[in-house]
């Protein structure tokens, strides 16, 4: 019987922003350990990336809304498809969660208007009006706490990528299943 996939579209976007959202993590974590004058341009890319990953989920999502996954195996237990289709929907709100609260966070950043935000060093972007409009010490408290929603989603996100990938696993190599073949991006 031939394995029931994800569309290649699908298959596409996940792994595209899975890497672009890896890199992104990567960069973030590195940025001090670059020398000085990087740090601005390598902070700069993090904020592109972001903001590609922000537009690569809500196509992630309406392709989803619009393609219905493919079924899970009959193999799986009751508890497995609710933690599954649970941990899925986490993973859709964290992957807005985190572009959203570093866009936030860049949005109260004192001196925005000496850094103009443009994508890839081509685009120019806007930051969230709303925000920038704030007195300085409004827009202050809220650059702290905006970045602390920010790292905190980044560590929820480490957590649930980990039980994700382990739910693959497990269904790939005790459960002997062809789990991974199921997000396939080449042809059958
Ligand atoms: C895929 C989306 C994103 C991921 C996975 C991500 C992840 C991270 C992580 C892990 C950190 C380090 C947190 C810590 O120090 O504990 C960080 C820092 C930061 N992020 Fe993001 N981020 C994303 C999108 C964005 C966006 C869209 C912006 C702004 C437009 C942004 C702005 C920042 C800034 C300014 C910092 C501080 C960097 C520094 O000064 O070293 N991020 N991000």
Known sequence: MPI????????????????????????????D???????????????????TVLGLVLLR???????????LPASHGRLERTGAHAAHIVL??????????????????????AHPLR??????WFRIGAIERLDPATK????????????WSA???YGLVALHI????KHQFIDREPEIQRMRLGSP
């Open 4 to 31: 029931a996939r994800y569309t290649r579209v699908a298959a596409v976007l996940h792994w595209l922003v899975a890497a672009l959202i890896v890199v992104n993590v990567t960069l973030a974590l590195t940025a």
């Open 33 to 51: 350990s670059f020398p000085e004058s990087w740090g601005r341009p390598v902070v700069d890319l993090h904020k592109s990336i972001g903001l």
């Open 61 to 71: 999502l309406l392709w989803r809304l619009s393609h219905p996954p493919p079924r």
């Open 92 to 113: 859709y709100g964290l992957m807005f969660l985190l572009p959203i609260s570093g866009w936030l966070h860049d949005s109260a950043f004192k001196d925005a208007a």
């Open 119 to 124: 994508l890839f060093w081509i685009v120019p």
């Open 140 to 151: 202050e408290r809220l650059h702290t706490q905006f970045f602390a929603l920010h790292a």
């Open 155 to 157: 560590y929820a996100l």
């Open 166 to 169: 382990l739910g693959a696993l």
